[in-house]
């Protein structure tokens, strides 16, 4: 799994050093094996393979939007969040898991993913910045996929299968990429084309 990680992102990287230079130039270098720890030591859960692989390459990228959105409303681009980002995050957000923020509250969610708002077990590792996350999702339903990527949204009670893992995520953005899905716009990010 860390060798289909790596092999996806040195495509990802060739085409964001060719046609987006600047948000490559923002995405950090790789997170030590001691903070890969810490995250998991934080949310009191063991990172899957292809998500310490990809932490091990780059620690995070502010305001790179490099990874498109799924929401075809709302195209700006999600940022890789650093390891004390996604420690940030979850803990923000299991705090309104844990007040009851969310207790009346249910999703709109795709084939797979538990119709809950708000579940401690989705690990935030991407954000457009505006309190809209890419997770990785440990509790999935019987349906779906242990590590799967989900889209969830602050203000908005859709739940989006994105893809069924992370490696299967950077493969299918590099092979978009690579075929002319995207597009990269300094003020969004990564974009799909219109066809």
């Not at 289909?4 to 046609?19: E, G, I, P, Q």
């Not at 091990?56 to 939007?65: D, K, Q, S």
């Not at 690990?123 to 809209?132: E, H």
Request: include cysteine; aromatic fraction near 8%; hydrophobic fraction near 40%.
């Amino acid at each position: 799994m860390a060798d289909s990680v790596a092999d996806s992102w040195s495509r990802v990287r060739a085409w964001l050093d060719a046609n987006a230079p600047d948000a490559a130039d923002r995405l950090q270098p790789a997170a030590s094996e001691a903070q890969i720890q810490m995250v998991e030591a934080a949310l009191g859960m063991t990172l899957p393979s292809d998500l310490k692989a990809f932490l091990a390459i780059h620690n995070g990228g502010e305001e790179t939007g490099i990874f498109p959105s799924s929401d075809s409303l709302d195209m700006l681009g999600f940022s890789p969040l650093a390891t004390e980002e996604i420690v940030d995050a979850w803990r923000m957000l299991k705090e309104l898991v844990d007040g009851g923020e969310f207790d009346d509250r249910t999703s709109d969610a795709d084939p797979g993913i538990r119709s809950d708002w708000w579940c401690t077990a989705w690990i935030p590792i991407a954000s457009n910045g505006g309190g809209d996350f890419q997770c990785v999702d440990l509790s999935p339903t019987d349906s779906g996929t242990t590590g799967q990527i989900i889209g969830a949204w602050h203000d908005d009670n859709e739940r989006q299968l994105i893809a069924p893992s992370l490696a299967d995520y950077l493969r299918m953005l590099a092979d978009g990429l690579e075929g002319g899905k995207y597009a990269y716009e300094e003020d969004d990010g990564i974009v799909q084309i219109d066809e």
